[in-house]
């Protein structure tokens, strides 16, 4: 990630913030946002409480799928009104 580092900062330290638990990084394909993500996550993993999960969107061709594709690795349950516990 070499001249990424600002970015790596930039968007650690908005994780790092109480009032934030979720980036969104948007982008044409090929212009490092997985890369950007995943040196992040290397960099917080061991200053997170309960770690870093990587939750990849990218197979995903129905916007409705998102929500049980990221509650599945972080071992959330739908709730009977259809949200998340």
Request: proline letters at 6%; a negative charge.
């Amino acid at each position: 990630m070499i001249g990424r580092e600002r970015e790596i900062a930039a968007v650690a330290d908005l994780l790092r913030r109480a009032d934030v638990s979720v980036v969104t990084m948007t982008g044409p394909g090929g212009v490092g946002k997985t890369r950007l993500a995943l040196a992040v996550a290397a960099d917080l993993r061991s200053a997170v409480t309960g770690g870093v999960i990587w939750v990849s969107l990218a197979a995903l061709t129905d916007p409705i799928l998102v929500p049980s594709a990221i509650a599945e690795p972080v071992n959330l349950s739908e709730a009977p009104s259809g949200g998340y516990y």
